[in-house]
T-cell receptor, first 111, second 112 residues
């Protein structure tokens, strides 16, 4: 099993550009999450999904959109990137009420 | 919502010594407390967790204690080794869809 994978690993954007981060898991998990990690602020939840076709807002959802069209994939979109979105993004998944498994992260730099 | 505070933010210990990281939480409904280890350039990985019906849990050199009355929980690492050097996150959850609130992390350095 590959576990949780994220693409791309690193990306540089200019302000105003758009991009999509892809998260894939092969563990048949129901729940999936997107977090951002900034120095001194831990992990903050952006959006999450409790099943295929469902999404919900987390702690810091502004400027991001998500979609879960397939159970194994969770996409995070930035429609118009801003420097404040420079961060490391982590995807995680879990089965019902169990341990969250994290991907390796995507490092995003917005200039 | 839940608020999790974690201390210290950095911790240096000599190899073989013990390390203790402390966290407090605000929501009395929280009932699941995982601890994650994050190595440089990698995603966090669960190392131990505890549920609110248990006061202490051990796994080899790692132990976690929970005081529900005081709303705090701690991670104890004994006989530290250089490979224990990493950032450690505590977290709290009240179940349901398992939305987890993380602490701000502790950077542990084990000096050989």
């Amino acid at each position: 099993n590959a576990g949780v994978t994220q693409t791309p690993k690193f990306r540089v954007l200019k302000t105003g550009q758009s991009m999509t981060l892809l998260c894939a898991q092969d563990m048949n998990h129901e729940y999936m999450y997107w977090y951002r990690q900034d120095p001194g602020m831990g992990l903050r939840l952006i959006h999450y999904s409790v099943g295929e076709g469902t999404t919900a807002k987390g702690e810091v959802p502004d400027g991001y959109n998500v979609s879960r069209l397939k159970k194994q994939n969770f996409l995070l979109g930035l429609e118009s990137a801003a420097p404040s979105q420079t961060s490391v993004y982590f995807c995680a998944s879990c089965y019902f009420g169990e341990t969250q498994y994290f991907g390796p992260g995507t490092r995003l730099l917005v200039l | 919502g839940e608020n999790v505070e974690q201390h210290p933010s950095t911790l240096s210990v000599q190899e073989g010594d013990s390390a203790v990281i402390k966290c407090t939480y605000s929501d009395s409904a929280s009932n699941y407390f995982p601890w994650y280890k994050q190595e440089l350039g990698k995603g966090p990985q669960l190392i131990i967790d505890i549920r609110s019906n248990v006061g202490e849990k051990k796994d080899q050199r790692i132990a976690v204690t929970l005081n529900k009355t005081a709303k705090h929980f701690s991670l104890h690492i004994t006989e530290t080794q250089p490979e224990d050097s990493a950032v450690y996150f505590c977290a709290a959850s009240n179940g349901g869809y398992q939305k987890v609130t993380f602490g701000t992390g502790t950077k542990l350095q084990v000096i050989p």
